[in-house]
Nanobody, 114 residues
Framework: QVQLVESGGGLVQPGGSLRLSCAAS????????MSWYRQAPGKERELVAM????????NYADSVKGRFTISRDNTKNTVYLQMNSLKPDDTAVYYC???????WGRGTQVTVSS
């Protein structure tokens, strides 16, 4: 079955960095786009970044451009989200999503606070 397992979340101070990982299994990873979404308390889930199957097209939400970087390693069936210059507004549960059946992971909590 399809599995997406996020890791790398945690508590970080403003200005700090975190690297999220999403390990995928159960589908042909290198043929599908992957995305990161986030959902803050009381807010709707929003798209953070998207990368196509071979990494040729990458898109970011305006709120994270220049601070976050999405990448993928198709040899490891893993997609990453490098998050730099973190702000308290980045606090949310971060979810990995594949375009294969629009399957979601369970999420990882990121908290930015001093």
């Amino acid at each position: 079955q399809v599995q997406l397992v996020e890791s790398g979340g945690g508590l970080v101070q403003p200005g700090g960095s975190l690297r999220l990982s999403c390990a995928a299994s159960g589908f042909i990873f290198n043929t599908y786009a992957m995305s990161w979404y986030r959902q803050a308390p009381g807010k709707e889930r929003e798209l953070v970044a998207m990368i196509t199957s071979a990494g040729g097209i990458i898109n970011y939400a305006d709120s994270v451009k220049g601070r976050f970087t999405i990448s993928r390693d198709n040899t490891k069936n893993t997609v990453y989200l490098q998050m730099n210059s973190l702000k308290p507004d980045d606090t949310a549960v971060y979810y990995c999503k594949t375009s294969y059946l629009n399957h979601w992971g369970r999420g990882t909590q990121v908290t930015v606070s001093s």
